[in-house]
């Protein structure tokens, strides 16, 4: 061991089992967690050569292998808990997409929620058994978010009771979905339905894509893999390209709408039954958001413990880089962030579950505020994370952009959640309709309830955009509640001025849609701003139900870093508002600092409390054990590059060119 | 070519060649440089596989077979210029870095300024024709940026007149250099020079490490490959361990200090004669930010113009993304911010090259200052574009994730320039330290003169970090001299508030050193203040150099957008400050939405005038013709992994685990 990290974790304040427990939502459930997390780590099926050092084809095929020992294993344990089984995959893929998400993920919840029982009985169990491997192919080459405009075509032959599939364009094939280049024998495809000359818009048909026994492409399939990506490299996200393929009439997911033999077209009694589904995944992403900072603070921080360099006083031998300001401004307000969005990923979890109960008892009340906060929420949260690592892998020095360290995969595994599952503008576009519509309705004498009931306050304080000089300035700095209510406050004066924008703008004579677009930069700054108030809230919250004190002290700390943090980074709104005064904005600063110092004891115990085993970590610099050098030799002498000392190409090129020159 | 950036060019209001032009540096430099791009984009034996279907090992590969192509041609060619060698280099490598970078870049240039008469006979013509090849080994392990912390030792040894090199710890193994661990047979070492029994600090040392002939490592030398890293793919960056390895007396560099046989050790004349090259480097860096950042905006905004999405009315058909007011705010003040890096970048090197005249006749005065220059603009530049890149990006939905794009390799190729050469906050704090003590000169009586003269001014308006309510606010936000002038008010007060900070520490008996890393936050944002003035100034004095008025029109709305922009990203600065109201903040975010709106039709045009041929961009997505879609399938197709239809796995995994579940 490391004998600065020694060090470090004796200077800790608090009991780091502790902190974990509350991580982890009550010790069972850590105990319970590092049972599973053991299963895999022991199980020497599951023992991998470092992708780092494999072909992309290489990485495919050793992710194939593990997958499916996992299935065998989750079944043969009896692992039948969502989360556990989570847990489990992540461990056994190390946060990694793997090739059978998409079968598990979405072909078999699409088959449970949208298929006949006559449907159930020809699909379910063989895809349970993994006869039929299948994924979800909605997203075309040409056409992402705006389902609308998506082309693949399915029209209705009654002739022979069959629809007949097509990509009409080079835009209409479909694109990226994970498992479809290779692994799959089926897609569930998302098709405009025509039926006696009428597109009734999307719906989902069941499509056999390879020969069940060669696995040859069937014919009038085109699908492959669409090549290298920024990470990813384990998953074959594939094309398909249909061409008058015929499927029986039958594989149309019939649950709610239908198309009888004769090519009669009936509805589904409501179009927003598959609304959950990415309420839940946008839901979960807050969680990962919240697991992927966690993971690259663990590491910037412990090496920043144990990596000497420069000076801070001149002729003392160099100080660990985490003694420098700069060094822990950078990283501990990422740290206090991870906090927050790992509280926040818990109350959305909750909140899901909680609203999920309402709705099965049928209650869709509280449906649009959760579709609005899981939408902004994702953009706010994925957005700081993906820029958070990369300033967690730079401030590690050269060494972070060694694939050792993880980093560099840490970011590319997580940064397509900024895109995928709605992007993050348009998240945030979604939210701030939301916003909009709900302070139009205070304007309109409404009393709103949820998280949104600030706006009704705002109304009645009549809040302004502008500056109120004569208001009195009320804000305790050194006081989360009263931080939270200025976060509020800030938020309510955003999307006021957003409205505002939209209302010049339809002065101006555009119409409600030109004004929409010519106000969408104050939308995402609104949103933005609500989000930012939901995280202080929560995290704010969440203090009230720590008991140890210990514990509350120090995450009181992240707390205030967090929100004072985030009021320097954006201290024009505070001040542009009046809700902030110049001096409060300077004791601020000098307060940021006072934390970061209070804070620099625990930082290392506070990464630990995240309780990344080194296997799941599987970064060089993060080791637990702080033995960086050792181990970093170690992994390079290993590098394919170095199975010979001479390299081909010094024959080859190298030495003939010398008798040229 | 498609319809939607046919349309686009048409309704340009400027003519693109003439700013072309005015980036290459007039019209004969513009030819030039194309006819070199030409001889490269028409050599057959500079035709690749395409990198991303290549593994590690074949990608080096294939960079040693183009450099030693590379090294030949432009002797045939008789390309002598430094700037055309660089353009050339930069074709044939598409500006990814390659083996041979370090051998000419810094192997070369050390031994002409550093070798003794007899060391140049030795050594400079077998290292010119590539007998010797060369790195240059600094940095290592456990050792960075700061140089007196290095532990490789160089021990006299008189009774044999030779240096005994060795790694004395893990921590001292050399790591990172290009081309060490595979390319080269010989290394400059930087190593303590012991003798006598005194360290006289870093010295360098030629050190052969392989055998001439067989390429084989040489006794106690343990030499390889890091390993693979993010990016940087086609480069063996090495690692190397010294085993008691002894080198004749001789070979160490000794054109400035020296140790005699009997190992009595002569001092250097000057400390700072290596200065410059840093400085020069330095200075390259921020032409490739803009280089880096021209790309990614070329890729993005072309992208833009041809990809439909969603709706804005609803029923028409989808837009071009372009039309989003979003999309424009995040593309083109990073437009702006590439033209703004260029003209910095030209301005750099003008700089350079003045004062390098200056200091060959002896005048050393402004060494301090474009050393202080070219470390702030190094990190403030490539800070900017590294982010910058990745919201080209991500502007590009999920297509900016493959490879096809370019993007992600822009990415991984760029970022590394945010810590070598002088990592980015070290760099801040050079420049800190440079404003701090020109700030107490002015305190102390003195006159600056040069870029920072206006800490003069300053003072005599005894300007303060408060906002003076009774100020009057003469600032005109349509106008650019205006603008300079509040930023360059800016940078004033932070670095004040910086010195403040200081002094403030100094007082509660804190040491200096512990006062200036206690003060550290505050110093890297007086020098980000200081950097960003000088970027807007530099972007305003470019325009009065335009004399074409619709050149000079939109290149001026660059500009408003640049300045303009930066204000919004800092207006708490600024309102703290008193400098701004806070009308004028609202004022501005208007403004900002009208330049967005007037930049439009011109947007396609000036990322054409970047000139980046299709070849050296080689992105699916920014393809000058617009057609898009149909490459990325015909480039997905060639992946390997759609070498066979079905892949391995299928058989040794997915069909056995039918029979067993």
């Not at 089984?85 to 078999?108: A, S, T």
């Not at 594989?251 to 709408?257: D, E, F, R, S």
């Not at 804000?475 to 409205?499: F, G, H, M, P, Q």
């Not at 008991?547 to 505070?574: E, M």
């Amino acid at each position: 061991m490391n004998p600065d990290i020694v060090k470090e974790r004796q200077n800790a304040t608090f009991d780091v089992e502790k902190l974990t427990n509350i991580l982890d939502g009550g010790p069972e459930k850590t105990k319970r967690r590092r049972e599973i997390e053991a299963l895999v780590q022991n199980d020497p099926d599951f023992e991998e050569d470092d992708p780092n050092f494999l072909s992309r084809s290489e990485r495919y095929d050793q992710a194939v292998r593990k997958s499916a020992q996992m299935i065998l294993k989750i079944r043969e344990y009896g692992i039948a808990d969502p989360e556990e089984i989570f847990c489990y995959k992540n461990c056994v893929h190390h946060n990694r997409p793997e090739p059978l998400d998409l079968h598990l993920g979405m072909f078999l919840p699409t088959l449970l929620n949208q298929a006949t029982p006559e449907q159930m009985d020809r699909f379910f169990m063989p895809a349970w058994n993994l006869h039929i491997i299948g994924t979800y192919a909605q997203t075309e080459i040409g056409h992402g978010t705006h389902l609308r405009g998506l082309e693949t075509t399915a029209t209705y032959d009654p002739a022979t009771q069959e629809f007949v599939l097509n990509s009409p364009t080079v835009s209409s094939i479909k694109w990226w979905p994970g498992g479809l280049g290779k692994t799959s024998n089926h897609a569930i495809v998302l098709a405009q339905l025509y039926t006696r000359g009428n597109c009734h818009g999307l719906h989902a048909f069941i499509v056999p894509i390879r020969d069940m026994s060669t696995h040859e492409p069937l014919p009038g399939i085109v699908v492959g893999d669409i090549g290298p990506k920024f990470g990813f490299n384990e998953v074959d996200n594939g094309f398909l390209k249909l061409e008058n393929v015929r499927i029986p009439r039958e594989n149309m997911l019939m649950k709610y709408a239908k198309v009888e033999p004769d090519g009669t077209y009936m509805k589904p009694p409501s179009a927003k039954l598959t609304y959950g589904t990415m309420v839940f995944i946008r839901s979960m992403i807050v969680g990962a958001s919240a697991c992927a900072l966690s993971k690259a603070c663990t590491i910037a921080i412990r090496y920043s413990a144990v990596r000497h360099q420069s000076e801070i006083r001149p002729g003392e031998p160099e100080p660990q880089i985490l003694d420098y300001q700069t060094q822990q401004h950078k990283l501990f307000p990422l740290l206090a962030m991870a906090y927050a969005f790992s509280f926040v990923g818990q109350y959305m979890k909750a909140t899901y579950h909680r609203i999920t109960e309402d709705i099965n008892q049928g209650d869709f009340s509280e449906m649009p505020e959760l579709h609005a906060l899981s939408a902004g929420l994702k953009a706010f949260t994925t957005w700081a994370t993906s820029s958070a690592i990369e300033v967690c892998r730079m401030s590690c020095g050269g060494h972070g952009y060694s694939r050792c360290s993880a980093l560099p995969d840490i970011y590319v595994e997580f940064t397509p959640m900024c895109t995928y599952e709605g992007e993050n503008t348009v998240m945030m576009l979604q939210t701030a309709r939301y916003l909009v519509k709900s302070y139009r309705q205070v304007k309109d004498g409404q009393q709103l309830s949820g998280i949104v009931s600030y706006l009704n306050e705002a109304e009645h304080r009549r809040v302004q955009a502008q500056p109120v000089t004569a208001r009195p300035t009320v804000v305790d700095i050194n006081d989360l509640a009263s931080l939270v209510e200025v976060y509020k406050l800030r938020a309510a004066i955003l999307v006021e001025l957003a409205t505002k924008s939209i209302q010049e703008e339809l002065q101006h004579r555009k119409s409600q849609e030109d004004a929409w677009n010519n106000s969408a930069i104050d939308l995402v700054r609104a949103s933005d701003a609500h989000c930012h108030y939901v995280v202080v809230k929560l995290f704010t919250d969440k203090l009230g139900e720590i008991g140890d004190t210990a514990v509350h002290s120090v995450l009181s700390s992240l707390a205030l870093l967090y929100a004072l943090y985030g009021i320097t980074q954006n201290s024009g709104d505070f001040l542009q508002a009046g809700l902030l005064s110049v001096p409060q904005v300077l004791q601020i600063s000098g307060h940021i600092k006072e934390l970061l110092s209070q804070l620099r004891p625990n930082a290392v115990a506070l990464v630990d409390a995240f309780d990344i085993h080194d296997k799941r970590l599987n970064s060089v610099l993060g080791r637990y054990d702080g033995n960086v050098y050792e181990q970093m030799f170690e992994w390079a002498r290993r590098s394919p590059l170095n199975s010979t000392e001479v390299h081909e190409s010094f024959h080859k090129y190298l030495k003939p060119l010398r008798s040229k020159l």
